[in-house]
């Protein structure tokens, strides 16, 4: 069976989320845990999150991902930020737990002028600081389009990363096809060689998650902009073996194209559709 769904606003709790989900043909969704741009945390609702655990036993929802705050710098040079970020990721996964078994998502992060070594190493640390082993919560690193000083526009670097934290088995990958292909990674002439080079660098089972967006920049562009399915460089073809890739199909797929709900849903039927049984 797909698993798709789409990114959705968390402004009115977690059961609104679930209702809106299965209102567009989705059966997880990805959500951020507080204002995407802001810092503040949410007070957690309880019985909200009860409704919506309900909810989603009812409908047969598969593995959940949130997303962290796009502000969320661990390896940035100014304290104050790697600071702000350690108690965000420490929040972010306490909060997590509430929804067990569920994948958490952020991005490395910029080394702004530090260098990728000294960025790399501020990341690993910070996830050595935050991890636990009794989390039940998966970590994943994002795939990043390499804009700016990003880490992670490389295999290697997301592997150099997992390689320094202690916890390895807490971690896991989200690859964004709109970031991979922007970085120079060949999804559409070349997907099964960049599942190989995926596998020999950080291992096929550490593959937890895929953001899929088409991109409105062409390949090994390193921009990072989203685009609707099958309008983009990547294009229709590369999504229908992008979903029915036997290394990929069981994964769970989260939309962050540039639709609305209704546009999700189009989206998802169009994806199912094209999903071989
Ligand atoms: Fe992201
Ligand atoms: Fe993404
Ligand atoms: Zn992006």
């Not at 067990?100 to 501020?122: T, W």
């Not at 390689?163 to 390895?168: D, G, H, I, S, Y």
């Given at each position: 069976m797909l698993h798709i769904g789409c990114h959705l606003s968390s402004a009115k709790g977690y059961e609104a989320m679930g209702r809106v989900a299965l209102s567009i043909g989705a059966n997880t969704f990805q959500f951020f845990t507080r204002n995407p741009r802001g810092s503040k945390s949410k007070t957690i609702d309880v019985q909200d999150i009860t409704r919506f655990l309900k909810l989603a036993e009812n409908n047969g929802f598969g593995i959940l991902l949130a997303h962290a705050p796009y502000t969320l710098n661990p390896c940035s040079a100014d304290p104050k930020v790697t600071r702000f970020a350690a108690q965000?990721?420490?929040?972010?996964?306490?909060?997590?737990?509430?929804?067990?078994?569920?994948?958490?998502?952020?991005?490395?992060?910029?080394?702004?002028?530090?260098?990728?070594?000294?960025?790399?190493?501020?990341?690993?640390?910070?996830?050595?600081?935050?991890?636990?082993?009794?989390?039940?919560?998966?970590?994943?690193?994002?795939?990043?389009?390499?804009?700016?000083?990003?880490?992670?526009?490389?295999?290697?670097?997301?592997?150099?990363?997992?390689?320094?934290?202690?916890?390895?088995?807490?971690?896991?990958?989200?690859?964004?096809?709109?970031?991979?292909?922007?970085?120079?990674?060949?999804?559409?002439?070349?997907?099964?060689?960049?599942?190989?080079?995926?596998?020999?660098?950080?291992?096929?089972k550490r593959l937890r998650a895929i953001h899929l967006n088409d991109s409105m920049t062409p390949f090994a562009s390193f921009k990072d902009r989203h685009e609707t399915i099958g309008k983009g460089s990547l294009g229709e073809q590369t999504f229908i073996n992008l979903i029915n890739h036997p290394v990929l199909r069981e994964l769970p797929f989260f939309l962050e194209t540039p639709r609305d709900e209704a546009g999700h849903g189009q989206e998802i039927a169009w994806l199912k559709e094209h999903y071989r049984a």
């Open positions: 965000v990721l420490q929040e972010d996964l306490a909060l997590m737990e509430y929804l067990p078994g569920s994948l958490y998502n952020f991005h490395p992060g910029s080394h702004v002028g530090q260098g990728a070594e000294k960025g790399i190493e501020l990341v690993a640390s910070q996830l050595n600081d935050v991890l636990s082993s009794g989390q039940t919560t998966t970590v994943l690193l994002e795939t990043m389009s390499g804009k700016g000083s990003e880490i992670g526009k490389t295999f290697e670097e997301l592997a150099a990363i997992i390689e320094r934290v202690e916890l390895k088995e807490k971690l896991g990958v989200c690859l964004d096809t709109c970031h991979v292909y922007s970085a120079g990674y060949d999804l559409v002439n070349r997907l099964d060689s960049v599942l190989e080079h995926f596998d020999s660098v950080l291992g096929l």
